[in-house]
Structure formats: C-alpha cells, structure tokens
C-alpha cells in the first residue's frame, strides 16, 4: 500500500455525510487505504463538544469490520491542537501518497493553514462538494450528495 486518502475532522459527531464521504472516497481514483484522522481539537476551534476517546470510538465501531478505513489515533495522542502539515509529515514516512480530502467549505481559508505552500506541494487535495461551493478546477473534485454538517446537528439539538 502506497497511496491513502487522508481524511481528518473534528467529527463532532460522526453523521451521514462523513459517512457519504468515505463511501465515496473507496475506490476512488488509485487510493489504497482511507486514513480516518479525528483531531484532538480542531485547529481553527476552541473546543469539541464529545472527547476526543469519544469521537474515536464512534468512528473505530462504525468501521472496524472495513478493511480499508483505518482510524487512527495519531492527532489525539498528541494531546493538542495538530496542523495538517505535521499530520501529513508524519504519513508520509510510511505512504508514498497522500491525497488530502476536505470540505469545498475549507477552500476559502486553506491558505491561512499552518505551512499552506509546503502542504500544497505534500499532498494532492480532493475537494469535497458543499453548499454548491465552486470548485477550482486545480484540484480534484468529490461528489457527495449530503446536505449536513456538525454544526447543524449540534444545532439542532
């Protein structure tokens, strides 16, 4: 195995689109393996409504039978806030690719994440679809079809 789709978030809490996303994610292009990566604490927040053992644990019952997700742990053993790039450097001593996946919503701040430059020329981003957010036509777009976010769940309740 040699390529991964890295796909990290606050996952506060898991929903139907999260799952959308990695359903769409298997298979996809030349990825090997779906790399899961909850945060510790979302760089750009102050604070997780779950713990970050909840989190996981939501997310390692829901795919322990899928051979290819694996959900790890190294952002939340960290015990702090964890950028991207450093998270990515540290896949890369193991895989040889990485593509990035984030939200069309993180497209309007990627250039104000930790070490944007280098990140860019690290990984290979797919682009999830959002709120009928135009994507650039430089990276590689996902199409998910699930209107839902965190926020609103949290809203919501």
Do not use: C
Not at 33 to 39: D, E, H
Not at 46 to 55: F, G, P, T, V
Not at 128 to 141: A, F, G, L, S, W
Request: proline share 3%; aromatic share 10%.
């Amino acid at each position: 195995m040699k390529t991964i789709a890295l796909f990290g978030g606050s996952f506060d809490p898991l929903h139907d689109g999260h799952r959308a996303i990695i359903k769409a994610l298997n298979g996809f292009m030349d990825i090997d393996k779906i790399i899961v990566l909850p945060t510790f604490l979302n760089p750009f927040k102050s604070k997780s409504h779950a713990s970050a053992e909840q989190r996981f644990n939501a997310l390692h019952v829901e795919y322990k039978e899928n051979k290819n997700v694996l959900i790890s742990d190294y952002e939340i053993k960290q015990k702090t806030k964890v950028a991207s790039i450093k998270s990515v450097k540290h896949f890369l001593k193991t895989y040889e690719k990485i593509y990035l996946v984030i939200g069309a919503d993180n497209l309007a701040n990627l250039n104000k994440w930790q070490d944007y430059e280098e990140l860019k020329n690290l990984v290979t981003f797919i682009v999830v679809t959002r709120d009928n957010i135009k994507i650039p036509k430089e990276y590689i777009t996902l199409h998910v079809e699930k209107d839902i976010s965190s926020t609103q769940i949290r809203n919501k309740i």
